[in-house]
T-cell receptor, first 114, second 114 residues
Framework: GNSVTQMEGPVTLSEEAFLTINCTYTATGYPSLFWYVQYPGEGLQLLLK?????DKGSNKGFEATYRKETTSFHLEKGSVQVSDSAVYFCALTYSGGGADGLTFGKGTHLIIQP | DGGITQSPKYLFRKEGQNVTLSCEQN?????MYWYRQDPGQGLRLIYYSQIVNDFQKGDIAEGYSVSREKKESFPLTVTSAQKNPTAFYLC?????????????FGDGTRLSIL
């Protein structure tokens, strides 16, 4: 079946540091890939997405590139802010059938210190 | 604005009591989902519905029930058979179940035991 593996947290960085959160996946066919962000006490918000190989999703300074050869979708940001502190989820969906909606990673808790 | 509304935001359950969590969407989406999130954990799928009057069990359906009588509404009942109901519950929707588009999420309901 499909699966998503994320680096475990918490990840603690200083403000303006470079961020990478690793995400790798296992899936049949050609899934679409997503990063969601969850702020404390809230639901999940879509951060960015990529629907085919070599696509780069970007939003709010975050980027991730769909790498089919390494089955990865790592999240990066060049300079993090305290307001980026949240839990980040990597997820995939496969429109070819046989999957029950989204498959999520376990989430990575990011803490940015001033 | 279109979106998903979950209510209540906080809910308390007594022993032996059934409680119902509301989820309403005005996005005209066919597919709707319920997830459970435990502290420090990812999301686990409880139930999903691809279309009105249809629903399927997810990974952890025991102790829960759902209905889908209207396209806009997908209520979740946590029954007394669910022995560990304390968690954060998230409702989501998508234009279709087999889609390469991301799911939209509500803000969640936090359920606790009295």
């Amino acid at each position: 079946g499909n699966s998503v593996t994320q680096m475990e947290g918490p990840v603690t960085l200083s403000e303006e540091a470079f961020l990478t959160i690793n995400c790798t996946y296992t899936a049949t066919g050609y899934p679409s890939l997503f990063w969601y962000v969850q702020y404390p006490g809230e639901g999940l918000q879509l951060l960015l997405k990529a629907t085919k190989a070599d696509d780069k999703g970007s939003n709010k300074g975050f980027e991730a590139t769909y790498r089919k050869e390494t089955t990865s979708f790592h999240l990066e940001k060049g300079s993090v802010q305290v307001s980026d502190s949240a839990v980040y989820f990597c997820a995939l969906t496969y429109s070819g059938g046989g999957a029950d909606g989204l498959t999520f990673g376990k989430g990575t808790h990011l803490i940015i210190q001033p | 604005d279109g979106g998903i509304t979950q209510s209540p935001k906080y809910l308390f359950r007594k022993e032996g009591q059934n409680v119902t969590l509301s989820c309403e969407q005005n996005l005209n989406h066919d597919a709707m989902y319920w997830y459970r999130q435990d502290p420090g954990q990812g999301l686990r799928l409880i139930y999903y519905s691809q279309i009105v009057n249809d629903f399927q069990k997810g990974d952890i359906a025991e102790g829960y029930s759902v209905s889908r009588e209207k396209k806009e509404s997908f209520p979740l009942t946590v029954t007394s058979a669910q022995k560990n109901p304390t968690a954060f519950y998230l409702c989501a929707s998508n234009i279709q179940h087999y889609s390469n588009q991301p799911q939209h999420f509500g803000d969640g309901t936090r359920l606790s035991i009295l």
